[in-house]
């Protein structure tokens, strides 16, 4: 079967298999080791550590010889990313025998010696666990030297930051630090690559984040920050080609202001993640259009009224909105949907993902979740449904003899039966979900 598949196709097919399937594959013939090759190295991961016994430490060893061979069928120029562990700095007195500790300095030189020779080589997961090694500058130099890295992914598990702020790589797109934050290092790091089109940020620990580190020919089109980093400024005249924000935070930011920043800088996002709302953010969010994917938390304290968010931000995005997401964790019955609000969403017809959308905020509720279901034909693009019922006490005299658990099983039930017409007519081609909390 392999001799008459084009080898484009086998490369597929062979894309999905395991390194164990993929090492039995390669042996049946020559042409499916030609082919399987290439996906066995295009992923390698090294540890250096002092930890193992001298054996694992020579198998490692005879892999990067084999990858600073140089010759034609060398694996190196198959690697595309590289996931690296580096203490560096072996703690000797681990060590039963002292003529074992050669081989930690024999793997980082043979390593810094096999940079080289990785050509293909694009994303690069680095985990630093002793930051005042001198190596890193040395192997990070090797690396914007060779390779045409386009992703540098760095988490931090020292107390030092690595020495690499002063490194440049010319191919680089997409940037991620994460662990214990290093201001310095992060603000050289970013200054010395306008180019940059992603840019992640993470701490373990509380730092204020003040973006004005970005430089004025900033090309940026995605930011995300998380962890317990606190926006206190955003930039936004150099943020003219932001397109994506994702904040995760759950570290509060002092961010007043920072809505009507981007509105008077014209930037326009697509994508939008955040973990608390404003009155100032639906302000923003209704000053344009374009929007196509938004995720919102509504806390639990939250006073913004859902009303604007309904009225005036979902129809100014209805044309391009696709993904809509609203963690609803308040009481306010505004942000509940409702007949009104519904039919603002059923405007939104190229909406593929409608997640945590919560439908209880009348009497009868089953009959606004059966308004809800029905409505699926009104988003021909739907994957995916995920309704977020959060039952409300009613009076007996307007619900009598009914409790919650039986309603929601006949909406369930009547959910079935939409999503089965609905796949029998193409109208959804996944899966569809109603949760009851």
């Known amino acids: ?259 009507s920043k981007l509105e008077q800088a014209s930037v326009r996002l697509r994508e939008l993640s955040l973990p608390e709302i404003s009155e100032e953010l639906l302000h923003y969010l209704a000053s344009y259009s374009g929007l196509e994917v938004l995720d919102l938390t509504i806390g639990r304290d939250s006073m913004v009224a859902g009303s604007i968010f309904w009225t005036q931000v979902l129809p100014r995005h209805e044309r391009t909105l696709q993904r809509l997401a609203l963690n609803n964790q308040s009481e306010a019955v505004d942000w509940y949907i409702s007949k009104q609000s519904l039919q603002v969403l059923k405007n939104c017809r190229r909406l593929s993902h409608i997640t945590d959308i919560c439908s209880c905020n009348e009497v009868s509720t089953e009959h606004i979740t059966y308004d809800i279901l029905e409505a699926i034909p009104s988003w021909p693009y739907l994957v995916s449904l995920s309704l977020s019922c959060r039952p409300r006490e009613m009076p007996p005299a307007t619900h009598p003899e009914k409790t919650v658990g039986p309603v929601l099983r006949d909406s369930a039930g009547h959910y079935i039966q939409v999503v089965e017409e609905a796949a029998v007519s193409g109208k959804v081609s996944h899966s569809l979900s109603v949760t009851a909390q």
Request: charged share 20%; aromatic share 12%.
């Open 1 to 259: 079967m392999s001799d008459i598949l084009p080898t484009e196709l086998l490369y597929e097919i062979f894309s999905h298999l395991d390194i164990v399937a993929l090492k039995q594959t390669r042996r049946t013939n020559r042409r499916n080791n030609c082919v399987c090759r290439p996906l066995l190295f295009a992923e390698i991961s090294f540890k250096f550590d002092a930890y193992g016994s001298g054996s694992w430490l020579q198998s490692r060893v005879r892999l990067l010889e084999r990858l600073r061979s140089g010759h034609a069928d060398s694996p190196a120029k198959f690697v595309k990313d590289l996931n690296l562990v580096t203490p560096f700095q072996p703690p000797w007195d681990s060590y039963y025998c002292f003529i074992l500790a050669r081989y930690p300095n024999q793997l980082k030189d043979s390593f810094n010696e096999s940079i080289q020779f990785f050509t293909s080589l694009k994303h690069v997961q680095w985990t630093i666990t002793n930051g005042a090694s001198a190596y890193f500058l040395q192997t990070a130099k090797l690396m914007a030297e060779h390779c045409p890295i386009e992703t540098f992914a760095l988490e931090n598990l020292s107390e030092c930051p690595p020495f690499i702020a002063d490194t440049q790589f010319p191919h680089l797109k997409t940037f991620t630090f994460s662990g214990n934050y290093a201001p310095e290092l992060v603000s050289t790091f970013c200054a010395l690559h306008p180019r940059l089109r992603r840019l992640s940020l993470a701490s373990s620990h509380y730092e204020e984040l003040n973006l004005e580190f970005l430089p004025e020919d900033c090309e940026l089109e995605a930011l995300v920050v998380g962890g317990a980093l606190a926006i206190v400024d955003l930039p936004a005249l150099r943020l003219k080609n932001l397109q994506l924000l994702t904040i995760g935070s759950a570290a509060p930011g002092r961010n007043e202001g920072i809505w």
